[in-house]
């Protein structure tokens, strides 16, 4: 009998891939009131709030690219990337831990750059770092970030809360950080090779702040809070 051929990850997709994996395991404890599946995992805190908790993981070469990415401005959008799901399910951000992989070429100069960003984008949302870990990495830098909150428990949106009729909003440009990174790969494949490369950027900095410095949309969940 011929061996099975493996299965492609690539043929799950990241969704898929997370169905596949966790299908199996049943929730056990009252306390577990959303697991997996949705922006973030919801866990009651008391008779009205429930904490929310969600995780990220930023890895080098895959979602990001030093070469052209500044440090501060990705420890910000590391936060972004973390405290927005919270968002997205109508909580308040309010706790951090950022755990590291860093390999011998980054020096402590650089971390310093790394997280003055997380730490501006902390100021910013009015959120604590409460913790983490660092790990040396052999494969260039990692970046992972778990962000807690809270909402009041009737007040969770889900991704399943969607009804017939209902009006969808978008915020921001859709396409915009897309076309950010484009633009930042073109100049990188131009200028490879140049001695002091000069990238032209001029009239695409909307685009580039968008891939590079995106923004958590907090006010548009108090703006809902406000209108009911």
């Known amino acids: 009998m011929a061996d099975k051929k493996p299965t492609e990850i690539a043929s799950l997709g990241e969704f898929g891939l997370i169905d596949h994996l966790t299908d ?75 755990s590291l992989g860093v390999s011998s070429k980054i020096s402590v100069e650089a971390l310093d750059d790394l997280y003055a960003g997380i730490r501006f984008a902390c100021e910013e949302m009015e959120v604590d770092l409460v913790g983490g870990d660092t790990k040396a990495s052999v494969t260039g830098l990692a970046i992972h970030v778990t962000a807690l909150g809270r909402a009041r428990k009737e007040e969770v949106v889900y991704r399943g809360g969607a009804k017939l009729h209902d009006l969808i909003c978008i915020t921001g440009n859709l396409g915009a950080a897309y076309m950010g990174l484009q633009l930042l790969e073109r100049e990188k494949r131009v200028l490879r090779g140049v001695k002091d490369p000069e990238p032209e950027f001029k009239g695409n900095e909307y685009l580039l702040q968008r891939y590079l410095k995106p923004v958590a949309r907090k006010d548009i969940v108090e703006l809902l809070a406000e209108e009911k």
């Open 24 to 98: 199996s395991f049943s929730v056990r404890n009252a306390s577990t009131l959303r697991g997996v599946g949705d922006d973030a995992a919801v866990i009651a805190a008391g008779a009205d709030e429930v904490t929310l908790c969600t995780t990220d993981l930023l890895l080098e070469g895959v979602d990001f690219d030093l070469t052209y990415f500044p440090l501060k401005h990705l420890g910000y959008k590391a936060v972004v990337v973390a405290v927005s799901d919270l968002l997205a399910m109508n909580g308040r951000p309010e706790q951090l831990l950022v």
